[in-house]
């Protein structure tokens, strides 16, 4: 189902009417991206929770994922607040985003707590013992970490290895809630984010459904497709290779392209339907192409009208490229004679295509790329407005879901997924033939490929 983002911005604009009685210095924050996303903005230097304690709201926060992040904010951490009881004019139930831009930077550098930084990826593991004596060998011998860090992190792995209950949450030890406490927000994301591959191969190892476990291992290429460890498990006289991708909170929802591969193993006869669907998810994994020329390859895939609207409104022919759509735009900018004249025939020009394409370019976006003469990508005004049209567009088709849904089964994918909450580790495992997946793009109508369109499990 698409997101309703009118219906959000409303329980957002009631959440910041009732915060402002509160005293709470609060905003309601506009998306840099679409016009039509709205967020509550707060400066809060303690967690959500602890926040929404301090001003009496009775909610749950939910993760989103890093494309969902970036069409919200795009800088600061976005989540997704639900109220469970009624708050003045707002209805238990009601949902809205939320932003807290108070920042405290952290230590810790990108991967600088990945598995190869402790040398476990040049191994392949067979029992526990083999495995815990690595890692804490590893966390002692890494000359780049400081001590404090070298502590939380030993004693958040002592809470996983030492845990004999076979349970989705695990309490940290009195050490490790001692030395997690004193570390930094931004830290804390760096460690799940990284460390929590390890973390959560250790707990998968422990779990009812690896009993039959006879290897394990890291992947050893980084930032490898859907895999960060590898879980070789006995089925009967087979021995059977499970792909694991670790994931913290949310997770960042992976590219189509990793998947792609796959659909000519899965689909040797597809029908119509599926054809269709081939055709737009192959469109959009195009190795050598920007996002917006794989946009613009799955809309006349599609032949839907906003693509033969786009295609009358430039005046093209045949087929056409995203430089053609820049080159028409540029005209418009060469013949306004003042930045007001420009966007007034840029918007009397692209009206029909954004009407029927129900998206448009925000304001903020329309005035920043239409003020210049020259403007490395005119056509992000067209192409960002276009991906969200096309996220939206596959998200409500069935047969989309259908097809992932049969490629991951092929593929006999994992997630697991860890989240760091309160003074507990928690852990849950997903199987990717069981999942819904939606569609995401979280770019721009300034720069249409500053990210990719990706897809992720509900």
Do not use: C
């Not at 400066?43 to 602890?50: I, P």
């Not at 032949?303 to 430039?314: F, G, S």
């Not at 567009?393 to 849904?405: D, I």
């Not at 999942?435 to 793009?441: D, I, N, V, W």
């Amino acid at each position: 189902m698409a997101t309703d983002y009118s219906k959000l911005a409303a329980s957002a604009k009631k959440m910041v009417d009732y915060l402002s009685t509160k005293g709470v210095k609060v905003t309601l924050k506009s998306s840099r991206y679409q016009a039509q996303i709205k967020a509550v903005e707060i400066a809060f230097s303690g967690t959500l929770d602890a926040f929404l304690k301090s001003v009496g709201i009775t909610a749950t926060v939910t993760d989103l994922t890093p494309t969902e992040e970036k069409a919200i904010s795009g800088k600061y951490k976005a989540k997704l607040m639900t109220l469970t009881k009624v708050l003045g004019t707002i209805a238990k139930g009601e949902t809205f985003y939320i932003v807290n831009t108070y920042t405290e930077k952290g230590t810790l550098k990108t991967k600088e707590l990945a598995p190869e930084k402790f040398n476990l990826t040049t191994s392949k593991y067979t029992t526990l013992e083999s495995l815990d004596k690595a890692v804490l060998n590893g966390i002692k011998e890494n000359a780049t970490l400081a001590a404090d860090i070298k502590v939380v992190l030993t004693e958040l792995y002592k809470t996983v290895s030492t845990n004999k209950n076979p349970k989705d949450i695990i309490p940290m030890t009195a050490p490790a809630k001692k030395s997690f406490a004193g570390v930094k927000p931004q830290d804390k994301q760096a460690i799940g984010k990284d460390f929590g591959e390890v973390l959560s191969m250790r707990w998968y190892l422990t779990q009812p459904f690896a009993s039959t476990w006879q290897q394990a291992f890291f992947s050893d290429i980084s930032n490898e497709a859907l895999v960060d460890f590898v879980v070789m498990k006995k089925s009967g006289k087979e021995t059977i290779r499970t792909d694991i991708s670790a994931k913290f909170e949310a997770g960042a929802a992976p590219s189509i392209g990793a998947i792609v591969t796959n659909i000519d193993k899965v689909y040797k006869a597809p029908n119509k339907n599926e054809a269709v669907v081939i055709n737009v998810l192959k469109a959009l994994a195009g190795e050598n192409d920007n996002t917006s020329t794989k946009i613009l390859a799955a809309m006349k895939s599609l032949n839907l009208p906003a693509y033969t609207i786009l295609k009358k409104t430039i005046g093209a022919k045949g087929n056409f490229t995203i430089q053609d759509i820049s080159a028409h735009i540029q005209q418009i900018a060469k013949v306004g004679k003042t930045d007001k004249a420009r966007i007034k025939l840029f918007k009397s020009t692209y009206e029909e295509f954004y009407n029927v394409l129900g998206k448009n370019a925000s304001d903020d976006s329309v005035n920043i790329v239409m003020t210049p003469t020259t403007y490395k990508k005119y056509y992000s005004l067209v192409m960002a407005p276009m991906g969200y049209a096309l996220v939206d567009y596959m998200n409500k088709q069935p047969q989309y879901q259908e097809v992932l849904n049969k490629i991951s089964q092929y593929m006999k994918t994992e997630q697991v997924y860890l989240n760091f909450s309160g003074d507990n580790l928690e852990f849950k495992k997903k199987l990717f033939s069981k999942a819904e997946f939606k569609f995401a793009y979280g770019a721009n109508a300034k720069d249409s490929d500053n990210t990719g369109i990706k897809f992720s499990m509900k």
